[in-house]
């Protein structure tokens, strides 16, 4: 019983850590962005790396965030869509 409770306990833990938007950065699967972007956000936003430099924010977990928050109300409201659009415009900047 005890061994059950601490296994679920630490799946939610690694659930939470991977929906994090302040870990963005980091989980997001770029290339999986890469798909979305070049499917949805190419046909307004011709240059993905003029996106990458609007991104506000001091570090790369502060963008993803900010970008997240704006993507909600900008064509993509799934949270892990969001984050790996951000992954993959970040690896552009790098
Ligand atoms: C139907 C057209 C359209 C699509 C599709 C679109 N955008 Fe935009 N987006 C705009 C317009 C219009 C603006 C405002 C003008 C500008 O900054 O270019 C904008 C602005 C932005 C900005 C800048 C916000 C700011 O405050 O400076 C970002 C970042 C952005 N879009 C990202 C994306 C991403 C990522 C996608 C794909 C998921 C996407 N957009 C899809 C039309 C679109």
Same mark, same amino acid.
């Given at each position: 019983?005890?061994?059950? +409770? ?12 991977? +929906? ?5 950065? &980091?989980?997001? &699967?770029? %290339? ?8 949805? /956000?190419? %046909? /307004?936003?011709?240059?993905?790396? %003029? ?6 924010? &001091?570090? &790369? =977990? *502060?963008?993803? =965030? +900010? $970008?997240?928050?704006? $993507? ?7 949270? @892990? *869509? @969001? ?12």
């Amino acid at each position: 019983m005890a061994l059950t +409770w601490r296994g679920t306990t630490m799946m939610a833990g690694l659930f939470m850590v991977a +929906w994090t938007p302040q870990a963005g950065a &980091d989980v997001g &699967d770029a %290339e999986a962005g890469g798909v979305l972007v070049n499917a949805v /956000c190419t %046909e /307004c936003h011709e240059a993905p790396a %003029e996106l990458t430099a609007k991104l506000q924010g &001091d570090s &790369d =977990a *502060d963008k993803a =965030a +900010w $970008l997240g928050t704006f $993507l909600a109300g900008h064509f993509v409201p799934e949270a @892990q *869509d @969001q984050q790996n659009i951000a992954a993959y415009l970040l690896s552009l900047g790098e």
